[in-house]
């Protein structure tokens, strides 16, 4: 059985990344936490036995060298909307050969690759699993087959993503399993949760707990 895990990307630019982070962050500043959080979930994907492939949301440098360094593929995100974009990257990893597609992103501080194991346990009897978010949408979605419906109609961005989601898969019939929620960051207190979360983690290698 092969899993595919898929990693949504986007560039760190000045302006366009983490903009509700601001004005607790400049612009700079917020492309710069946008960096540090992606590069934290790659190091924790790095030591996972998947098959990885980075999605991109262009062709820019920056997401061309992350892909170099990690020593994954880089494609190209297509498609209108995010539900059309992770419906495409997901049957492709699937028409690809991979018996189980997992995406995630890079916003979640606590996304770990035995939280990714779970998902794939999780696709042994379940269509579709999903990883909760703590603001209503989801860090995590897999599936074993294709499942574009699920992707439809969905009000991204909102705190009802994981509502309509769930009510999509269960229209279709779908059966789906949900993981522990965890959150991600996009506000300036989350920003500072994670600050905290950074503090507390320092101190346990310090003290070699």
């Not at 030591?47 to 820019?60: D, E, K, P, R």
Request: charged content about 20%; hydrophobic content about 45%; glycine content about 8%.
């Amino acid at each position: 059985m092969t899993t595919s895990l898929l990693i949504f990307a986007k560039a760190p630019e000045p302006g366009l990344s983490k903009t509700r982070l601001m004005p607790l962050l400049d612009a700079q500043e917020a492309a710069a936490a946008h960096e540090q959080l992606s590069r934290r979930v790659f190091q924790a994907m790095a030591t996972s036995q998947f098959s990885i492939v980075l999605w991109g949301a262009s062709q820019h440098p920056t997401l061309v060298d992350w892909a170099a360094q990690c020593g994954w593929p880089l494609r190209q995100q297509q498609g209108d909307d995010l539900g059309e974009r992770m419906a495409q990257a997901l049957a492709d990893a699937l028409a690809g050969g991979a018996e189980r597609a997992i995406l995630i992103g890079t916003d979640c501080p606590l996304m770990s690759a035995n939280y990714v194991a779970q998902a794939e346990a999780a696709l042994a009897s379940a269509d579709v699993v999903l990883g909760p978010a703590e603001d209503g949408g989801y860090v995590l979605i897999g599936c074993s087959r294709a499942v574009p419906e699920i992707f439809r109609g969905i009000e991204w961005g909102t705190n009802r993503v994981l509502e309509q989601t769930l009510k999509s898969a269960s229209q279709a019939q779908l059966r789906v399993t949900l993981l522990n929620t965890l959150w991600d960051v996009d506000r300036p207190e989350d920003w500072r949760r994670f600050l905290a979360l950074q503090a507390a983690e320092k101190k346990k290698t310090t003290d070699g707990v």
